[in-house]
């Protein structure tokens, strides 16, 4: 089944240490997206990509870094520069522009802690 | 820029009865695309329903139907005959169409469905 995978479910990060949520998708979607969800907060947007090897910054992009080598995958490095990671992560992915349409598929999220 | 208010944090109802979720958001684009997201207690983002800026007919799926007001930018998802599985955390989203169009986010509604 094509879908969007997330790992690790949980993470816990010491502080001062960059950690990495990987997400992986196999639906051949050009474009990949990475929110952060807060109590209260809704869903913000960390960075986004359309295409291999070119992504953008979203709304609160201060902290985090990205890459794009591959179409199925896009890895979120949460940094020693974020001041308060501790957050729900969710990655996201839809066809492309032309499919904004047909909205976005989600992965099931990855819970960031920092001990 | 893009903004989607979502401005009841939380609604309850009976079960078997009809419940409206309210939304507004702010766009300068003539084009584009709303959607309301469920996340029950799993924190997996289901598609609830979607509708397109330049169709005047409100969209239905089932249970699920909006009423798009767009001179008054009012988008809000009503539920019928609501069920406890119902129960979840709702979210109203906008989506521009283009390049680097991308998905913005309320802060989110919680249903509660009371037996």
């Known amino acids: 089944d094509g879908g969007i995978t997330q790992s690790p479910k949980y993470l816990f990060r010491k502080e001062g240490q960059n950690v990495t949520l990987s997400c992986e998708q196999n639906?051949?979607?050009?474009?990949m997206y990475w929110y952060r969800q807060d109590p209260g907060q809704g869903l913000r947007l960390i960075y986004y990509s359309q295409i291999v090897n070119d992504f953008q910054k979203g709304d609160i992009a201060e902290g985090y870094s990205v890459s794009r080598e591959k179409k199925e995958s896009f890895p979120l490095t949460v940094t020693s520069a974020q001041k308060n990671p501790t957050a729900f992560y969710l990655c996201?992915?839809?066809?492309?522009?032309?499919?904004?349409?047909?909205?976005?598929?989600f992965g099931s999220g990855t819970r960031l802690t920092v001990v | 820029a893009q903004t989607v208010t979502q401005s009841q944090p939380e609604m309850s109802v009976q079960e078997a009865e009809t419940v409206t979720l309210s939304c507004t958001y702010d766009t300068s684009e003539s084009d584009y695309y709303l959607f309301w997201y469920k996340q029950p207690p799993s924190r997996q983002m289901i598609l609830v329903i979607r509708q397109e800026a330049y169709k005047q007919q409100n969209a239905t799926e089932n249970r699920f139907s909006v009423n798009f007001q767009k001179a008054a930018k009012s988008f809000s998802l009503k539920i019928s005959d609501s069920q406890l599985g119902d129960a979840a955390m709702y979210f109203c989203a906008n989506s521009t169409t283009g390049a680097n169009s991308k998905l913005t986010f309320g802060k989110g509604i919680t249903l509660s469905v009371r037996p």
């Open positions: 639906l051949n979607h050009d474009a």
């Open positions: 996201a992915s839809s066809i492309g522009p032309s499919g904004q349409g047909y909205g976005y598929t």
